[in-house]
Each structure stands twice: as structure tokens, then as C-alpha cells.
């Protein structure tokens, strides 16, 4: 019997979408124009748009086919109860409150469960969550393990949170914790994984102290498969049943399903507890929608669901861990510095270590993502200083790294794409020294990363 090395795609291709070549003159025109940010840039005049992982996968023909299969009732569609099915086979929880995506599902949560003072523990809150954390204000406390804040540092589950941190928060704030969250994969922290013994020390810890204990849970997926193949025992055991299990060990979940739902909309909140749920209904019918459809239109809800049905596939998770994966080790073989070991959904390169003529203050992460996007139309994101570095009273320090996140949008992309991707960073590497950093010429006060203006600074 044969056994093949080669990992394939495990899907063929029904309906393509053509891409646009540009030449450099014209994406340097385009950069300009966009004020250096590349969120501002026309998509269309990006080659290989590699800026999120959200919301930019590519359905399944049963996803499309589901579509139209949608209940538009504003109360009570089938939809709904399709959706609540599949959610609830998968995550356990008894309320299950659609969403229009995760940050709907940060919002509600966080703005019916906080106030002001109060402190909420992660391993690493992404953007959205730390804003919404951050709004109602209370403080976003980031307890990720001390691997996970060093990029070359290798973890099979650099995405653990520190346990004995988190005691001590309990132990001394624990009257200001309303609940404690977890984030997997931890995309903030590079898209490393969590283990199942962490979460299981999560929950003992918040069992001791009587505190709810949330997952954001937008790359559950992932983290499973992470865990079957890193994980003592777990090598035999079926994804979804893994997930399960993560799901089990918590009280509740934010989620974006843009993520780990395959689709291009959509998210949820689900939950445990009555009382929390009820308040978050009351305030989901205020901003989002009736409960049955939480800003989401019945056709949505059916995508979602079959998402989540495909999304715990086991061959389709080996070829998703694996594309990025190759791209990982194309770029560790050519010495660029990168995040270790490679992410789930990402490959993370490490811009201050690349650019170290260019400090922090000066956006090294902005200066990588800008060449990458007039040298070959590579559209990635900074994850560094402009987006972490600005604090609720207007202070500005060093992001905890400067980071350029490669996302992998989700059966979108073929080999000979990440192959090019590879190609370009490594050029763009060797090309270092000629980079520039930058200034920022107007920005807004919270999530400035989104629409702040740069101006490239002299040589
Ligand atoms: N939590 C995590 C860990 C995320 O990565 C995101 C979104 C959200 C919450 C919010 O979900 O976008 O549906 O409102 N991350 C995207 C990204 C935007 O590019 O990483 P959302």
C-alpha cells in the first residue's frame, strides 16, 4: 500500500474569482492615497489579500445550497432552531443567542456583565474584545504564559494562560473579576493553541473563586486539531469531540463565526447561566435583533450552521493546519524571523526583529506590511504599537511586539499562492535595510489602527 506524503486540498473547485495584477508604480500610488494604511486600501487592488482570516473564507456548495433553504420569519424561523441545534450539539450550552459577529457578542456580554473598575482576565484579548473590555471601563488583563510573549520562543501551547497568574489576580482583585476569559487559538499571542489541561486548570481555579469561565471561541477548530496532534491521549480522539470537551470545561462562549463558522457573517453568544442570559437578550432585542435572528438574516443562520458542521472535519482541519504550516517553515528556512511555532490561522512575522533600525514609536509593523503590499500586493496587518500601543488616557508605549500577521483566509488560496506569498516575503526581507518608519498624521482615540493616517518618515 501506497502512503502519500502530499497533503491536498480536500475540496475541488466549482467557482473562481479572477484576482487583478497591478503594477508597483500603481500600488505606490495606492499606498499614498490611502494615507500608508493598508485597511484603506480598495481591495480590488490587492493581489493576495492576506489582512484577515474573517469573514473571507470560501463556503461549501452546501453552504450555498443551505442558503436558500433560509426562514426569513423575523420570530421563530427554522433557521434558528437549525442554528441553536448544531450550536448547542457542539458547545452544550443552554442559551444560545445568535449575533451579527463576535464583537456583537463581546459588546453584550461585557456590557451586561460589567462595570466600571472591574477586571477581566485573558491569555490575550484580541483588539475588539480589549475595546469592548475597555469601554464599559474595566481593564483588559492579559496572563498568557511567559513562552507566549517571546516570538522565538517554542510551546506546543504557547497560548496558555499562567495559572499562577491568574490565582493572584483572584486571590487579590477577585471581588472585581466578573468572569475570566480565554481566547483560542490566541490570535493576539501569534494563533498558538491551548491545551486541554490548561483550560482544565482554568476551570478549577474559577470553581475555587466561584467565577463564570468564558471561551472566545472564534478558532475553536483549530485549537481542537492543535490539541489532537500535541496533546498526551488525544491523538485517537475526533475533533468535534475534543471541541466538546473544551467547551464543556467553560460556562459560556463569545464567537465569530467568520472564523471557525465558515461563513462570511455571523456569530453568537452562548451560555449557561439564566439570569446573564436573559439581560443579554433584553439588550440583543435593543441593538441587535429579536433572539431568533440577533442581526443576522435567516440564510445566514443556515450557513453558519452547516459551517460548523464542516469546520470539525478532520481532513479538512489537516489541510488548514498544514497550508500554514508551509508557509512557516518556507520563511523559517530563509531566516526571516517569525512567531514560533507557526499559528493555526496565521504566520506572524516579527517586524521588530526584522527592522531593528526602525523603533517601535516608529511602526516597524507598518513599515513591513506597506512594503510587502508595493513590492508584490500582499496585503497583511500590522498586530504591534499602533494597534496595542495606545492607551485609554491618550499615552502611547511599545505594543508587547511589533508584529505583520500573514492571515489565511480559509480554502481560498492554492499552493502556488502561498508559494508566491513566500517568495515575496523572503525578497521583501533581503530589501530590510531600506525600509522606513513612519509617523502617524491623524488618528482616531480608541482603535486607531483601523483608519489612522501615516506619512512615511526621511531616510
Ligand atoms: N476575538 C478574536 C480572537 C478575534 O480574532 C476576533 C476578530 C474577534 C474576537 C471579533 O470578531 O470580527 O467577528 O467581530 N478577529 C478578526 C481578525 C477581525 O482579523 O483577527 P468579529
Redesign the pocket.
Known amino acids: 500500500m501506497l502512503h502519500f506524503k502530499t497533503i491536498i486540498e480536500p475540496f475541488r473547485i466549482k467557482s473562481v474569482e479572477s484576482v487583478k495584477f497591478t503594477r508597483r508604480d500603481e500600488r505606490e500610488t495606492a499606498m499614498r492615497e490611502a494615507g500608508y494604511n493598508v485597511f484603506r486600501l480598495r481591495a480590488e487592488d490587492v493581489l493576495i489579500d492576506l489582512?484577515?482570516?474573517?469573514?473571507t473564507g470560501a463556503m461549501s456548495a452546501a453552504q450555498w445550497g443551505a442558503l436558500m433553504q433560509g426562514d426569513e420569519s423575523y420570530a421563530g424561523s427554522r433557521s434558528f432552531f437549525r442554528f441553536r441545534d448544531v450550536v448547542r450539539d457542539l458547545t452544550g450550552y443552554a442559551h444560545i443567542i445568535p449575533t451579527?459577529?463576535?464583537?456583537?457578542?463581546?459588546r453584550i456580554l461585557f456590557h451586561s456583565v460589567l462595570k466600571p473598575g472591574d477586571v477581566v482576565p485573558n491569555n490575550n484579548?484580541?483588539?475588539?474584545?480589549r475595546a469592548n473590555v475597555e469601554v464599559e471601563e474595566a481593564e483588559a488583563r492579559d496572563l498568557v504564559i511567559p513562552e507566549g510573549r517571546v516570538p522565538s520562543a517554542i510551546h506546543p501551547f504557547k497560548g496558555n494562560l499562567d495559572l499562577a497568574a491568574l490565582e493572584r489576580t483572584l486571590e487579590q482583585d477577585g471581588e472585581r473579576v466578573p468572569l475570566v476569559m480565554v481566547?483560542v487559538?490566541?490570535?493576539?499571542g501569534g494563533g498558538q493553541p491551548v491545551s486541554l489541561e490548561n483550560l482544565r486548570g482554568v476551570r478549577r481555579l474559577c470553581d475555587r473563586y466561584r467565577k463564570p469561565f468564558f471561551l472566545?471561541a472564534?478558532?475553536f477548530a483549530e485549537n481542537a486539531y492543535f490539541i489532537k496532534k500535541r496533546e498526551a491521549g488525544c491523538a485517537d480522539r475526533a475533533p468535534k469531540e475534543i471541541a466538546r470537551e473544551m467547551f464543556s470545561l467553560a460556562d459560556g462562549c463569545?464567537m465569530?463565526?467568520?472564523?471557525d463558522g465558515l461563513a462570511n457573517?455571523?456569530?453568537f453568544l452562548a451560555m449557561n447561566d439564566d439570569a446573564w442570559a436573559e439581560r443579554c437578550r433584553n439588550l440583543l432585542i435593543l441593538t441587535e435583533g429579536f433572539p431568533t435572528y440577533g442581526g443576522l438574516a435567516g440564510y445566514d443562520l443556515e450557513a453558519v450552521a452547516r459551517g460548523l458542521e464542516e469546520v470539525v472535519e478532520e481532513p479538512y482541519l489537516r489541510y488548514r493546519i498544514r497550508s500554514t504550516e508551509y508557509l512557516h517553515e518556507r520563511l523559517v528556512a530563509a531566516g526571516v524571523p517569525v512567531i514560533q511555532p507557526a499559528g493555526g490561522?496565521?504566520v506572524y512575522i516579527d517586524a521588530r526583529a526584522l527592522l531593528p533600525h526602525v523603533p517601535p514609536l516608529q511602526y516597524p509593523g507598518i513599515a513591513l506590511a506597506n512594503a510587502l503590499y508595493v513590492e508584490a500586493g500582499i496585503r497583511g496587518?500590522e498586530i504591534g504599537t499602533v494597534m496595542f500601543g495606545l492607551h485609554p488616557d491618550g499615552s502611547e508605549t511599545p505594543g508587547p511586539m511589533d508584529l505583520v500577521?500573514l492571515?489565511i483566509p480559509r480554502r481560498v488560496y492554492t499552493q502556488s499562492h502561498v508559494d508566491y506569498v513566500a517568495e515575496a516575503v523572503i525578497g521583501v526581507a533581503g530589501m530590510k535595510d531600506r525600509l522606513r518608519g513612519y509617523r502617524i498624521t491623524k488618528a482616531p482615540a480608541v482603535l486607531r489602527h483601523f483608519t489612522a493616517l501615516f506619512e512615511p518618515l526621511p531616510a
Open positions: 489582512l484577515t482570516d474573517s469573514g451579527h459577529q463576535g464583537r456583537a457578542a463581546e484579548h484580541f483588539d475588539t474584545t481566547t487559538t490566541n490570535n493576539t472566545d472564534c478558532r463569545t465569530s463565526a467568520k472564523k457573517i455571523g456569530g490561522h496565521a496587518v500577521r492571515a
